[in-house]
């Protein structure tokens, strides 16, 4: 299987900021979309943002002028930059990338931890 390997999560106080990093060399030039998502205990998987192959990006309104999603192509990675980080955006943030046929198929990675408090 495919594999999407994240990092960047943690501990982080209120205004604070936080980068996650999703490797996946293979699908950062495969003319996919890719994009972020995040969990919040006991709530739904909700969207967070998408960078598509040939579009400007998309985000979720909560965080729209604090986020920012963007790729490394030479390095195979997806980021998104967190700034001016609330509580609220405490939650686990899951990596999804698409690929094969048609970007038919999706990715997950395993999620990593952000967490903002005092």
């Known amino acids: 299987q495919e594999q999407l390997v994240e990092s960047g999560g943690g501990l982080v106080q209120p205004g604070g900021s936080l980068t996650l990093s999703c490797r996946a060399p293979?699908?950062?030039?495969?003319?996919?979309?890719m994009g972020w998502y995040r969990q919040a205990a006991g709530k739904q998987r909700e969207w967070v943002a998408t960078?598509?192959?040939?579009?400007?990006?998309a985000y979720t309104g909560s965080v729209k002028g604090r986020f920012t999603i963007f790729k490394d192509k030479s390095n195979g990675t997806l980021y998104l930059q967190m700034n001016s980080l609330k509580p609220e955006d405490t939650a686990m943030y899951f990596c999804?990338?698409?690929?094969?046929?048609?970007?038919?198929?999706?990715?997950w990675g395993q999620g990593t931890q952000v967490t903002v408090s005092s």
């Open positions: 999804k990338a698409r690929g094969h046929g048609t970007c038919g198929t999706d990715y």
């Open positions: 293979g699908f950062t030039s495969n003319g996919c979309s």
């Open positions: 960078i598509p192959n040939a579009a400007q990006p």
